[in-house]
């Protein structure tokens, strides 16, 4: 035992000394190539004394690296992720800066603006460095990551002999791209694990599968598949706050969408804002009386909520909170952050990101690409974060809760739910995306094979992402021009100019009896009784403010004559949905069609078109308390899968219409199947009571009985 731990202590030796030699040669040719970075005095110095100057800069520079740096980033513990990343290359090239001014040779010099190149890239060798050499030596990396995860950690897994679950949640990637690209074979990890592949397949938790017994071996060098895939539908509000809120705490009741006003608090509520996060994780507890999926030695990593986890890092619900036991939020970034090799690495990565995203944009633009959208401003900037921050840090936390061996892991990678709002679904750059995100898949079960206990990989999705140009690119205003015109309320220029505009002006003028508009006759109600619009993919919400409950369709009516028959009629809107003091709720389309909800089915009607459990979907979101006055569903083409945003999104989710809709659950065959043979999965609700099952049969045997008898009957 004591030679084991001395021969790990001299390869460790080893590999430092290999490093600071790289590292030394490195600072040396950058010496010779920057104009402004010195090694030696303005005299000149002999090749020896250079040397050893660069020799002695590197080995600073590491030494302050190795201790300064976690000092550092512990500092800004209150900066925002993002801003960090920007942050790493001041703060490494201060530390390069340091690092010449304390070299025991008194020699070495650079320019601020060169000391930031210099740092970067030498930070990025020693890190290349020491990763070649510890290929072969798996053991090194797992260690270091496992000190990271069970840092303040004083108990052990609950048991750690039975499997842990980890769920890898890949946000916006419906069933549809899912299968798509297991097909091209840009997600080679998922297609093995759907399909089998050559040679023997690695179970989480390191060894091989062995075949029940009695049962034949397969085919030399074949397996069977380890995965099944399953697609769930999701409700009305296709959409990761709903989504998410029900997978994690059981419960999507009163979200209707991604955004809606509270005319109760007079409040909007945004999904992915932090109060409004953590004001939905509170009702969700209160409505089930229970903490959450994760509340069970649980890790919470990159989502909107915690599940009630005790481990979390980016989770939105409680990035408002100070810093204190129960926000370990931000500390979880900062432990990615603290090593500087990593950082270096990452925000090399995310300058790259920010290139690639102009290229493609100004590619898209030149080629007069449709549908398009907008893609200047700060959104570089964003999908850098979603793609390479983001990712980054959640996949090395999850990996230490795995070495860790904590008991339930849930993580969000929302890399193609970005990009894609942007570029499109099925675009060329999403699926670059998609790529990525199967090596973050491959990187994951090969770290299970170390963990202190076996794992069951479940990788699933929130919702999918229709595609379709927007509302205004196709008619030339958006919906909320649409609703003020529609209730004779000042409309911009543009918005005038366009047809539906005027057909609007037109429909309000007939249903008031005056068929001539005179100049300056506009109603100027109080900015108190305007409309409030919101958005959400391709769904909209109308809310009247100055009214405290929610209205009916005859008092809208009364109010706003022309409103309610402008949009049923309107060529990009599918149908309306709106209290009615007669039939409790009713459903308007085009043509005067009136459905109340008690009659409402799928097959016939406005919800023909949006397939099957539409009926039940609006029906349920009729029932919240805080939906709408008005609740809009855009037009959709089920003969191209398209809908109309009535953001600026060209690839949007949020309501019914194709492939938003159909996300997908991936599992182990040694789980339970989601549903009974027919039965559809339907509702994030249904998900979470599917993910506790699992959660419960991992206490127990590790194969299902009904699993197992499967198998030999297959056999």
Known sequence: MGGVRWRRIASQVGRSIAVWAVSTVTMLVLAAILPDFRLQSADGDSATRIAVAAACGAGAFGILSAVVWPLLVRLLLLVPALVLGLLVFFLNGSLLLLALRINPSGRGEAAPETAVIVAAVMSAVASATGAALAVRDDETYRRRLHRLATRGRRDHPPCPTAPGLLCVQLDGVGHDVLVDAVRKGLMPTVGRWLSGGEGVRPVSGGGRTPPAEGAPRPAAGRVRPTHRLTPWRTDWSSQTGASQLGILHGSTFDVPAFRWYEKDRGEVMVCNRPTSAAELQRRAIRHTGDGGLLTVDGASRGNLFSGGAGEQALVLSIATRRRGPANRSRAGYFAYFRDPAGAVRTALSFVAEVGREIGQSTRARLRAERPRVGRGGLYPFVRAFATVVERDVVVTAVMGDMLAGRTAVYADLVAYDEVAHHSGPHSRDAQKVLQRLDRSLALLERVAEHAPRPYRIVVLSDHGQSPGETFRARYGLTLGDLVRAGCGLPVPRRAQRTRSGAEARAAVRAALGRPVEEKGEHHRPSRRSEPIVLA?????????????????????????????????????????????????????????????????????????????????????????????????????????????????????HGGLGGAQSHPFLLSPHELSAPAADGAELTGAEHVHHVLRRWLSELDGPQVPLTEAVEEERAA
């Open 536 to 652: 959400s993919g391709n769904l909209g919400l109308i809310s009247f403010p100055d009214v405290p409950h929610r209205m009916t369709k005859e008092e809208i009516d009364a109010r706003h004559p022309a409103l309610l028959t402008t949009l049923a009629n309107h060529p990009g809107i599918g149908f309306l949905l709106v209290r009615s003091e007669e039939h409790d709720g009713v459903v308007l389309g085009a043509y005067g069609a009136e459905i109340p909800l008690a009659e409402l089915d799928d097959d016939a009607g406005p919800l023909a078109r949006f397939g099957p459990g539409a009926a039940d979907a609006v029906r349920r979101t009729h029932s919240f308390p805080h939906t709408a006055d008005i609740m809009v569903n855009s037009a959709y083409d089920p003969a191209d899968g398209e809908v109309l945003a009535f953001e600026e999104q060209i690839g949007s």
